[in-house]
């Protein structure tokens, strides 16, 4: 877990009680509808830890960050506990953004009872989270909520893993993260 906007995590038991133990959440602690988010890439040091901060950023720029519930994750588990990619780190200091969160990996099924919108950045997310029982109603690629991309396929909007590239695909996927938090921010109405 990072040190993002976080809900707070229910009480848990000690040692091993925890692998036999599914807590149901309390009806008081369900989010209000739409309110929570949980971006998901790969490996949670690139794309989403950006979309997580692009997103509080835009919403504090709206004055309704206290709406919102932010979070995210990856689908792998290599980088948890470390920062964001420093190119990551550089291209949203460079924009006046911070990026909070500490890399974690996806806590199924717990992740889709806490957040209401499951957001994947490519199909590939997408598919492993549906593979772990995210519900489908509720998982939607980031950039179908960007309104200029509205009728195109998913082929066509995935938001592309930058880790193995430059600098300027950072930008790039910068880009397109702002406007598909945007695009997400009207959505739900604010
Ligand atoms: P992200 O990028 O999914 O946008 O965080 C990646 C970061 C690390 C790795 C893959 C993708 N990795 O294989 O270590």
Redesign the pocket.
Same mark, same amino acid.
């Given at each position: 877990m990072g040190g993002g906007v976080r809900a707070d995590p229910a009480p848990q038991p000690a040692g091993d009680d925890i692998l036999n133990h599914i807590s149901p959440i309390p009806h008081s602690t369900v989010p209000d509808p739409k309110s929570s988010i949980l971006f998901v890439?790969? +490996?949670?040091?690139?794309?989403?830890p950006l979309a997580e901060g692009i997103f509080l950023h835009a919403a504090r720029q709206r004055s309704v960050a206290d709406r919102f519930t932010v979070d995210s994750c +990856?689908t +792998?588990g290599?980088?948890v506990g470390e920062r964001p #990619?420093k190119r990551a780190r550089a291209v949203a200091k460079k924009n006046g953004v911070e990026l909070p969160s500490l890399a974690r990996t996806l806590d199924a099924p717990r992740d889709f009872e806490r957040f209401h919108w499951i957001i994947p950045?490519d199909r590939q997310n997408k598919a492993d989270l549906l593979d772990a029982g995210a519900p489908k109603d509720r998982t939607r690629l980031f950039r179908s909520f960007d309104p200029a991309l509205a009728s195109a396929p998913e082929s066509d909007i995935e938001v592309p #893993?930058?880790?193995w590239g430059g600098d300027d695909g950072f930008d790039q996927v910068f880009r397109m993260i702002s406007d598909a938090c945007e695009g997400m921010l009207a959505e739900l109405g604010t």
């Open positions: 890439c790969l +490996g949670n040091i690139c794309r989403s +990856g +792998g290599w980088h #990619d950045m #893993d930058p880790y």
